[in-house]
């Protein structure tokens, strides 16, 4: 779960897009809102959620670290990508434009599973607009004396489907471990190296929305502790109390 913000304030004055991605499925569901209220959230998970597929087992968010909550991360850029691309320059009507780009993800063949999020949470593929227009396989042999059985046949091999699925996206997940290990440069610093410090959401200036700068001031690192963290001060000499992990940092060229 993730909530993306801030957007050009739409009808009904929602501005944030509250957003969930099964873990598995990659089925995803979001909902503009006004405000972000523990009512407002409770509200949406049982509209949207425990009264359409039950309790879910976990929710995962990321608490300001996107790293823990790839799943939702993946679809927001997705999201905002496709908004963005349909919207041009009526940048206020994003809410209306999110039904029909939710639509669009749901049955859309994932890379990590090679099947559809509507496929594997209802067990058959979704009939588009465009095979009314462009009359596809399914549609030219349609027999509806023999449809029903079909689906259920359909419905009756989704464990299967799932099943292959999961697999794939096991391998998929084992592939991109390895390419990222391939990649990774273990950041370190030594005391007195100036540094970038990430800046949070609570530190950035709301003015500036998704525009607001990434990274503050420069820092000088104090000390180098365990595990990669590392105490800072400001460059007149000002202790910051508490410690920040090296993925936090990054080299400051003066």
Not at 82 to 101: F, N, S, Y
Request: proline fraction near 5%; glycine fraction near 4%.
């Amino acid at each position: 779960m993730d909530i993306l913000r801030p957007f050009p304030i739409t009808k009904g004055q929602c501005k944030f897009l509250l957003v969930t991605v099964d873990y598995f499925t990659k089925w995803v569901e979001a909902e503009p809102l006004a405000n972000i209220t523990a009512a407002n959230v409770q509200k949406f998970l049982w509209k949207n959620i425990v009264t359409r597929f039950s309790i879910p087992h976990a929710l995962i968010t990321d608490y300001e670290h996107p790293q823990s909550n790839g799943q939702a991360e993946a679809a927001n850029k997705v999201i905002l990508t496709e908004i963005t691309k349909r919207l041009g320059d009526a940048k206020g009507a994003w809410a209306e434009e999110l039904l029909e780009v939710l639509w669009a993800y749901r049955c859309t063949p994932q890379s990590t599973t090679k099947e559809t999020p509507f496929r594997l949470t209802y067990g058959t593929d979704a009939m588009i607009p465009v095979e009314v227009g462009e009359p596809s396989f399914r549609r030219q042999h349609f027999d509806e004396v023999t449809n029903e059985a079909s689906l259920r046949a359909e419905v009756d091999m989704i464990d299967e489907v799932r099943t292959k699925a999961q697999i794939i996206a096991e391998a998929c997940k084992q592939r991109m471990v390895r390419r990222f290990n391939s990649n990774l440069t273990k950041r370190s610093f030594k005391e007195g190296d100036l540094v970038w410090r990430v800046q949070g959401t609570a530190r950035r200036n709301p003015r500036e929305g998704k525009l607001a700068a990434n990274w503050d001031n420069p820092f000088r690192v104090r000390h180098s502790l365990d595990n990669g963290a590392y105490k800072l001060e400001e460059i007149s000499g000002k202790v910051i109390p508490r410690t920040w992990n090296a993925s936090h940092l990054k080299t400051y060229y003066s």
